[in-house]
């Protein structure tokens, strides 16, 4: 039998990119990398689970801010290569600055404006100032 999971192309790093898309608003909230184990775990555990690359170990999104990410469905892209996560965002916080989605600065000109407010203070949010990121 067949392993859904054999059927992704991984990149040379046996990395996989994840969209995370708000499932009622369609916006987009942020990209994380999955592999293998993290994307079975999400599938398994119904909430995402990324890849820290940074870290090089799994990432329970949420499991610092209480943000978690409730999966309602996983796509697929037609070349089997990117991931799109449909979820229920917990505390309308994906981004580790405190607002809804990673995706807040427009180009404007030659500038990056920023455009979304920050819904929570990181510090509140993480509670310490050498742990303000959950990448």
Not at 64 to 70: E, I, L, N, P
Request: charged content about 25%; some cysteine.
């Amino acid at each position: 039998m067949k392993n859904w999971l054999d059927e992704l192309h991984w990149n040379t790093d046996g990395l996989i990119p994840a969209i995370a898309q708000d499932a009622k608003s369609g916006r987009v909230l942020m990209m994380a990398w999955m592999n293998r184990e993290s994307l079975a775990l999400t599938a398994e555990k119904g909430e995402a689970v990324y890849w820290s690359r940074s870290r090089g170990q799994l990432w329970h999104k949420g499991e610092t801010s209480g943000h978690v990410q409730k999966i309602v469905e996983i796509r697929l892209d037609c070349d089997d290569d990117v991931i799109i996560l449909q979820v229920e965002q917990l505390g309308g916080i994906a981004c580790h600055t405190g607002r809804e989605s990673c995706f807040y600065r427009v180009l404007d000109g030659n500038e990056w404006q920023v455009v979304d407010p920050v819904l929570k203070d990181p510090e509140a949010i993480y509670h310490s100032k050498s742990h303000t990121h959950e990448k």
